[in-house]
């Protein structure tokens, strides 16, 4: 590859080959085999979801699912998405990817409710996705579609959204005055500030899991876990502990009034099917 070549990538942001010499051109080849698979993907229908469910500790019902993309490759095998979202959103692919992910996601949730099943339905939206001009307009026509209530659906976005803060608010009031849920994920892992939480309409904090990691670990982890409790609860909002996968991580849960667990303790992410099976036998336990 030419010098030019390498100025023309770096300039758009692709990889960092300058400071990392011949090794960082290998991830370049990399990244770039792995965009052209995953423009195929779309077309080979290699792109499935899988649904983790969350429970509501008060009750112990299942009261909504996340919905979390898997990508069964036929070159690559399966690649998990921390590996393969960050392509599709540097290549722009993320768009047509996660508005397949909502449709899906969407037309499964009318299934479930016509089998009489009330769950909420969470999905990822990627920072690109959201700032997408199209984006609400998308959201919109598909929600109608499927003739789902908005408010079964949450938007899931992080905290480098709010990089751009006047815009995004103005976005997320659009995406309450259309009824539609908004969850801030891994939270505590970003550039979080505490302004936004008082500005910007938002209904869960998602606990990252490395707090409740933390749970059995260390003292400051289960202070950070309650005062994120805390906090979002004076602020009208909901929380929701990420990765639980121990009964004393969900006891301590309980006892400082966490709403929500998703985790291994109560499931992994399964196939719409084995979910299907999941709700019917489930017993809420508490
Ligand atoms: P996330 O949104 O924070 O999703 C939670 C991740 O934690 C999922 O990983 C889930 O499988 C994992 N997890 C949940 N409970 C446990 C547990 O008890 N133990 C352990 N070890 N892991 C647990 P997954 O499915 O690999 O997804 C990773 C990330 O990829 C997601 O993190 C999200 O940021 C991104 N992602 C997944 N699907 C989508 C999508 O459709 N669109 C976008 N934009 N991003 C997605
Ligand atoms: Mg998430
Ligand atoms: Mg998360
Ligand atoms: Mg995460």
Redesign the pocket.
Do not use: N, Q, S
């Given at each position: 590859k030419s010098d030019n070549a390498m100025y023309y990538s770096k300039k758009t942001g692709r990889n960092h080959a300058t400071f990392y010499g011949t090794k960082g051109m290998e991830r370049e080849d990399e990244a770039l085999r792995m965009e052209l698979l995953l423009k195929e993907a779309m077309k080979k229908e290699e792109f499935s979801l899988v649904y983790q469910p969350q429970v509501e500790l008060l009750s112990g019902k299942i009261t909504g699912v996340e919905a979390l993309l898997r990508w069964h490759s036929q070159e690559l095998g399966t690649v998990p998405p921390n590996q393969f979202i960050k392509v599709a959103e540097d290549s722009g692919l993320i768009i047509e990817l996660g508005n397949w992910v909502t449709k899906k996601a969407l037309s499964d949730l009318a299934k479930w409710n016509q089998l009489g099943y009330q769950l909420e339905m969470s999905v990822n939206i990627s920072t690109h996705q959201f700032y997408h001009p199209e984006f609400l307009l998308c959201l919109e026509r598909m929600i109608k579609d499927e003739k789902v209530p908005p408010s079964q659906l949450v938007l899931e976005i992080t905290e480098s959204i709010a990089s751009h803060a006047e815009v995004v608010q103005k976005e997320l009031q659009k995406i309450k005055e259309l009824g539609l849920k908004v969850a801030i994920?891994?939270f505590g892992t970003g550039y979080s500030s505490l302004k936004y939480l008082k500005d910007f309409p938002i209904d869960y904090l998602k606990i990252?899991?490395s707090f409740v990691d933390g749970i059995e670990e260390d003292d400051k982890s289960r202070d950070i876990v309650s005062t994120i409790i805390t906090l979002a609860h004076n602020l009208g909002m909901l929380t929701v502990a990420?990765g639980a996968e121990t009964r004393k991580q969900v006891d301590f849960l309980k006892m400082e009034g966490c709403d929500s667990v998703q985790g291994y303790y109560y499931g992994k992410p399964m196939t719409e099917a084995s979910l299907l099976d999941f709700l019917t036998v489930y017993e809420p336990h508490n």
């Open positions: 994920d891994d990252d899991k990420e």
